[in-house]
């Protein structure tokens, strides 16, 4: 069994601390990377060792394979954690890592290949038993193979690219000109963005919510699943808001679920972290996709079930053996995630700058995840998410009510943030009722606006 001793970290901000916290948990060294822009970031100051890996641009620093791979190699590092974004579902990436001796901590090359197109995963996913939405059994040819699937699936559609993410690549069809009119678009758009212009279909769901499953398994064939993660309200299929577990489904939807998913994940012989997505509609799941990797909400899954992912990721990629069974897994109260982004809360412009003054809200059942402190400079090449509010309580109300006050608490000045709208979604009535859906958050954002206008009329 491998030994892991150092792990190096090819990932920044939040995601690097988190990751270097469990490593010094378990008695692990760690090694940082780090941009000439984030010379002054905490994981670089919080690491065991540190390495410079190239100017700001993502491109000549995190995405740079060879200055990671040998800055892992100058430092000794057994293991290299991705964290998410960057490289961390770059299957080529993983082969050079393990050609050059090291241990990956994450899904294996070919599961993150398969996983990774979404034409590739919804096959995978009909074979080991997922439901999916209807849709082409495979990549469009061409416009007419487009029209014909249309007519059979039914209009409204979705046209997507097989490469795509983060909601690009993808655009709703409601009639034929319509797909006429968007299919050489939409493919123009896959190529540029991703490097492939393969287009598929799938049947539009109105008013669908994010729902998603935290899978874990190790080398040995052992999988548990997590109960469910709510990631409904969203802005341009950007997460907003997170919640475990899913109020709006029952324990035997949950139980039903999670059978399914347990039997998805060992028939594909899936090992380390990962997480099946879902778009659920009027009682009934249909497969989304799969991430090969840690997520960004996985901090509500811990708070819930009590359970360190990073530490277990760790664990399995050093070939142990999970150590509990799906029934050890015991959900505790409810756990809420607010992304909080350094934009302007009303037009979403990203406001990078000096923080002035940094003061994150504590107190019982109030975690934040963040890499920002007074002073900090925050860069304007990088994801605009600053700090991730937790927030865990023993029901959905107290959950509610704990988030108001952990919000209200929660003071950075110098930047704009998405605070203030955050605490607009606590306060909305259909927020707390559970009336919403994967397009609520857009339509509320529209009214808010339309208001505003009203009011400077007045």
Known sequence: ?????????????????????????????????????????MHVKLADESVCIGPAQSSESYLNESAILTAALLTNADAIHPGYGFLSERADFVDKVEQHGLIWIGPDSDMIRKMGDKVNAKQTAVKCGLPVVPGSDGALRDIEDALVWAEKIGYPVMIKAASGGGGRGMRAINNANELREAFPIVKAESKSAFGDDTLYMEKLLLHPRHIEFQVLADKHGNVVIFGERDCSLQRKNQKVMEECPAAVLTQKQRDDMIEVCKNAAKKMKYTNAGTFEFMYENGKFYFLEMNTRLQVEHPVTEMVYGVDLVREQIRIAAGEKLGYTQSNLVANGHAIEFRINAEDPETFVPNPGKITLYAPS?????????????????????????????????????????????????????????????????????????????????????NQKTEESEDDKE
């Open 1 to 41: 069994m491998p030994q892991i001793k150092k792990v190096l970290i090819a990932n920044r901000g939040e995601i690097a601390l988190r990751v270097i916290r469990a490593c010094r948990d378990m008695g692990i060294r760690t090694v940082a990377v780090y941009s000439v822009a984030d010379k002054d970031a």
């Open 362 to 446: 504590g107190g019982l059942g109030v975690r934040v995840d963040s890499a920002a402190y007074t002073g900090y400079t925050i860069p304007p090449t990088y994801d605009s998410m600053i700090a991730k509010l937790v927030v865990h309580a023993p029901s959905r109300p107290a959950c509610i009510m704990r988030a108001q006050r952990a919000l209200d608490e929660f003071v950075i000045e110098g930047i704009k943030t998405t605070i203030p709208l955050q605490k607009k979604l606590l306060e909305s009535s259909d927020v707390r009722q559970l009336k919403t859906d994967n397009h609520w958050l857009e339509t509320f954002l529209a």
